[in-house]
C-alpha cells in the first residue's frame, strides 16, 4: 500500500498525533508563538517526574516548555542531567515573571489548565491564550484540589480538561492536540484507568485518563511501563 494511500485512510486525531509525534522525532519542532509553563509544585524530580517531563520536551520542542517557581538557589546541579540534555528552560521566578517583549504576561491571555474549572477548553480558545499553564503535580487519587493554589495564587482565567485526572503529559499532549491541532476535546480518543498487565497474576492500574495513539493503546512516556512493572509493588503514592 502506497504512502499516500495510508494518509488518506487516517483519521483527523490520527493526523494530529501524527504531527505532534513526526515534527519530535523526524527533528522538525514546529516552535509556536504560545508557550507551555509547568509551574514545578513537587520537591525534587522523581523518576516519573523525569520521564514525563522528558516526552513533554520532545513533544514541544525545548523553545516552547518552561519550568517555573523551582525554589529559591536551585542551580543547574539540582536538575536531572537527562533534563539538561534535552534543554529544559527552568526558573526560580513565577510565571508572572516570565513576559517579554514580544510575549508579554497578560493575564487575561494566560491559561491555567484546572480541573476545578467550569468551562472546558476548547478549539476557538487557540486565538485568546498565549501561555498555557500546567500544575506538575500529580496529587493524590482521588485527587486533591492542589491546582487551587494557583488559581487563588494568580487568578489566570481557568480552563477545564474534561473531568478526569491527567498526568502532566497527557495534559499537556490533550491542549496541544485542541489549540494546536485543532481537534475537539470530544473527538480525542481517551482511556480511562487502564490496566498494565505484566504477567497473569500481576496487573497495575493507573487512576489517570490518558490519549491513546493510533493503535488504540495508551501513550506513556517511554520507560514509563518499565518504571510502572519495576515498582508494581509499592503503593502508588510510593511510585509517585
Not at 478526569?164 to 499537556?172: E, F, L, R, Y
Amino acid at each position: 500500500m502506497s504512502s499516500k494511500k495510508k494518509l488518506s485512510t487516517t483519521s483527523k486525531l490520527d493526523k494530529a498525533l501524527l504531527s505532534i509525534f513526526f515534527t519530535t522525532y523526524k527533528g522538525q519542532i514546529k516552535y509556536t508563538k504560545m508557550k507551555y509553563v509547568i509551574e514545578h509544585m513537587e520537591a525534587g524530580f522523581t523518576e516519573w517526574v523525569i520521564l514525563e517531563y522528558s516526552t513533554i520536551i520532545k513533544e514541544l520542542g525545548k523553545e516552547n516548555l518552561i519550568l517555573t517557581s523551582l525554589p529559591a538557589g536551585t542551580t543547574e546541579k539540582d536538575i536531572p542531567q537527562q533534563l539538561i540534555d534535552l534543554g529544559l528552560q527552568w526558573t526560580t521566578k513565577e510565571v508572572t515573571e516570565l513576559g517579554t517583549e514580544s510575549l508579554p504576561i497578560v493575564k487575561e491571555r494566560v491559561c491555567l489548565l484546572d480541573p476545578s474549572a467550569e468551562t472546558d477548553l476548547v478549539v476557538e480558545d487557540s486565538d485568546k491564550f498565549d501561555y498555557f499553564v500546567f500544575g506538575g503535580i500529580l496529587g493524590d487519587h482521588p485527587p486533591r484540589d492542589r491546582t487551587g493554589e494557583l488559581r487563588k495564587k494568580y487568578g489566570f482565567v481557568g480552563k477545564r480538561l474534561g473531568n478526569k485526572q491527567m498526568t502532566t503529559d497527557t495534559a499537556i499532549r490533550t491542549t496541544q492536540l485542541i489549540i494546536q491541532s485543532k481537534t475537539p476535546f470530544e473527538e480525542i480518543k481517551f482511556i480511562d484507568y487502564p490496566e498494565f498487565r505484566f504477567n497473569k497474576n500481576e496487573a497495575t492500574e493507573m487512576p489517570f485518563r490518558y490519549v491513546l495513539n493510533k493503535e488504540g493503546r495508551p501513550i506513556l512516556p517511554d520507560g514509563m511501563l518499565d518504571l510502572i512493572k519495576r515498582d508494581s509493588e509499592q503503593s502508588l503514592d510510593d511510585l509517585l
